[in-house]
């Protein structure tokens, strides 16, 4: 199976910062990464998916970008309702792989 | 708008059965390939099962092999997950999912497996 490798498990921030989190795929994959946001007691929200693309109405300060092996997911100013859990992806293969999960807290 | 309600889950016994359902709408669902996957409490996600879109192959998780069935009715755009000797290791909220281009998931429903 490819394993996705998900970086860093936990990111500390304030409100107004940029944050990054990263994936790295075990084999290339092409851009079949999806990024989803996870809130305890909550569905997992589809941000990203084919690595850059914004689902629906998912706020612009959300960005992903990457191909191959290496992936991102920017905030470029992180608001009160992001912090949460997100998780990578991959679906380049039926055997869907996820990352271990970023973990977004408040500083 | 894509949708996808998922239902079925409860409380069962260790060695029991449960048949979890997902219909489908806003999309064309007989020409999606589709999945279930699961998130136990206070752990990360992990895929289930896939069913390709016309029902033609099928592939699980080693943790489920064996035990749990994926399957498609296309006339009535519905997923379907058959699990049976259940373990508690099983409790977790079950999701259905779309595959590529987009992959839409539903609400999600709860199965605890508990004596």
């Known amino acids: 199976d490819i394993q996705m490798t998900q970086s860093p498990p936990t990111l500390s921030a304030s409100v107004g910062d940029r944050v990054t989190m990263t994936c790295r795929a075990s084999q290339s994959i092409s851009n079949w990464v999806a990024w989803y946001q996870v809130k305890p007691g909550k569905a997992p929200k589809l941000l990203i998916y084919k690595a850059s693309s914004l689902q629906g109405e998912v706020p612009s300060r959300f960005s992903g970008s990457g191909s191959g092996t290496e992936f991102s997911l920017t905030i470029s100013s992180l608001q009160p309702d992001d912090f949460a859990t997100y998780y990578c992806q991959q679906y380049n293969s039926f055997h869907l792989t996820f990352g271990g999960g970023t973990k977004v807290e408040l500083k | 708008q894509v949708h996808l309600v998922e239902s079925g889950g409860g409380v069962v016994q260790p060695g029991g059965s449960l048949r979890l359902s997902c219909v489908g709408s806003?999309?064309?669902?007989?020409?999606?390939?589709m999945h279930w996957v699961r998130q136990a409490p206070g752990k990360g996600l992990e895929w289930v099962a896939f069913?390709?879109?016309?029902?033609?192959?099928?592939e699980y998780a080693d943790s489920v092999k064996g035990r749990f069935t994926i399957s498609k009715d296309n006339s009535k755009g519905t997923l379907f997950l058959h699990m049976s000797s259940l373990r508690p290791a099983d409790t977790a909220v079950y999701y259905c999912?779309?595959?590529?281009?987009?992959?839409?998931w539903g609400q999600g429903t709860v199965v605890t497996v508990s004596s």
């Open positions: 069913i390709r879109f016309d029902g033609s192959s099928e």
């Open positions: 999912a779309k595959h590529r281009p987009v992959p839409d």
């Open positions: 806003g999309f064309t669902f007989r020409t999606y390939d």
